[in-house]
Every structure is written in structure tokens, then in C-alpha cells.
């Protein structure tokens, strides 16, 4: 139980393009899911913790006008990386979690490798 | 966000050795700590979660906390190369939030 997948696994897109990122709980509800990313030989950021209902809260320093997320069921969180430019490659690793009654522990997506041209 | 240290370099260890990571946090409210493994390319996966001083064992994995010196560490007993990996310290605070280290890179030496 408790998996997490995101959608899709690597995109590559042009510059000044949207990329929309999909995470989904497979088994089940989350209310609350986070965003991450990650850069080479860095480790995990926190960018925003996604609210089921209602809006995202962004982590200071992350631009909620360039990374809109959207949390409108229990299992669906996405992540819409607007207007992409190459400083913006990165891998993005979403999770939820802890389940209700449950261990104290988030679940973490396979993660999305964007890459901007 | 909180900060979690990890200053150790790229750690290589015979296989059946032991390896040993450091972390401090900054945060002395801090109540929930766990170690990720990260393999190169991929997401982490949670190995240990420690919340009481002490020592916590699960099979080869140890995990220690001192919240006093706000520090935690991972033992990794008989290593195999299959542990060849990043290992992220990380470290729980407001509204479930997580805050990671740098990580340390072990690397086992068949």
C-alpha cells in the first residue's frame, strides 16, 4: 500500500513552454501532498505543500506564479511549471502522506526529469 | 526552511564493514527524523524513522538521535555493495513539512 505515481517519468520541452506534472495517490486519499526539487548532486528542496481545496503554500523564494499547483481531488495533485527555461530542469519528486492512522512517514513519486532547451 | 547538515564526503567502505552517517539539524524543536536512500536517478525511499533519543535498529540499519546535541546518525552493519547509494537525513517540522540534508554517498567495495 501506499503508492505514489507521477506522471510523466522525463519530459523535454522547448523553452518558454508549460510543462504540467501529475501525482497521484494509488491507494489512498491525500489531503496533502508536497513538491519537490532536486538538482544534480543537491539534495531535496521543499518548493510547496499542496492543500487538497484550497491553495497551494509556497516555501519562500518559489514563485507560486511560475509553479502553479492544483490539488482538486483526495488522489491528484498537479504541478504546472509555466513559461520553462532551461534553469529549470531539474527532477521533481512529489509525496503525501502520513496516512491516517498510519506510520508517521511521507511517500515519495518516482519523480518527473524536465528538461528545457 | 530548517537546515540539515551533512558534511561527511563520499564514504567508501569494504563490503561486510560498517558504515557510519552524521547529521545535525538546526532546529531544537525538532521531534521526527529519518534517513532516505536515494539511488542515483530515482526517488527516495524511507529506510529508518527515529523520534525518541536512543537507538533503533531494523535488521542491518541502526539510527541514533541525541536531541541534546541535536544530532543523528545511521549505522549501516555488513555492508553490501547493494548499499551503494545516497543516504538524505531529514528532518520533520511544521505542518509535516521535510527538510533534507545534502546527503553522503556511500560506496561499497565488493
Known amino acids: 500500500g501506499a503508492v505514489v505515481s507521477q506522471h510523466p517519468s522525463r519530459v523535454i520541452c522547448k523553452s518558454g513552454t508549460s510543462v504540467k506534472i501529475e501525482c497521484r495517490s494509488l491507494d489512498f486519499q491525500a489531503t496533502t501532498m508536497f513538491w519537490y526539487r532536486q538538482f544534480p548532486k543537491q539534495s531535496l528542496m521543499l518548493m510547496a505543500t499542496s492543500n487538497e481545496g484550497s491553495k497551494a503554500t509556497y516555501e519562500q523564494g518559489v514563485e507560486k506564479d511560475k509553479f502553479l499547483i492544483n490539488h482538486a481531488s483526495l488522489t491528484l495533485s498537479t504541478l504546472t511549471v509555466t513559461s520553462a527555461h532551461p534553469e529549470d530542469s531539474s527532477f521533481y519528486i512529489c509525496s503525501a502522506g502520513p496516512l491516517a492512522g498510519g506510520p508517521n512517514t511521507q511517500y515519495f513519486g518516482p519523480g518527473t526529469r524536465l528538461t528545457v532547451l | 526552511q530548517k537546515e540539515v547538515e551533512q558534511n561527511s564526503g563520499p564514504l567508501s567502505v569494504p563490503e561486510g564493514a560498517i558504515a557510519s552517517l552524521n547529521c545535525t539539524y538546526s532546529?531544537?524543536?525538532?521531534?521526527?527524523f529519518f534517513w532516505y536512500r536515494q539511488y542515483s536517478g530515482k526517488s527516495p525511499e524511507l529506510i529508518m524513522s527515529i523520534y525518541s533519543n536512543g537507538d533503533k535498529e531494523d535488521g542491518r540499519f541502526t539510527a541514533q538521535l541525541n536531541k541534546a546535541s541535536q544530532y543523528v546518525s545511521l549505522l549501516i552493519r555488513d555492508s553490501q555493495p547493494s548499499d551503494s547509494a545516497t543516504y538524505l537525513c531529514a528532518v520533520r517540522w511544521g505542518n509535516n513539512r521535510l527538510a533534507f540534508g545534502k546527503g553522503n554517498q556511500v560506496v561499497v567495495i565488493p
Open positions: 532546529d531544537r524543536g525538532s521531534q521526527s
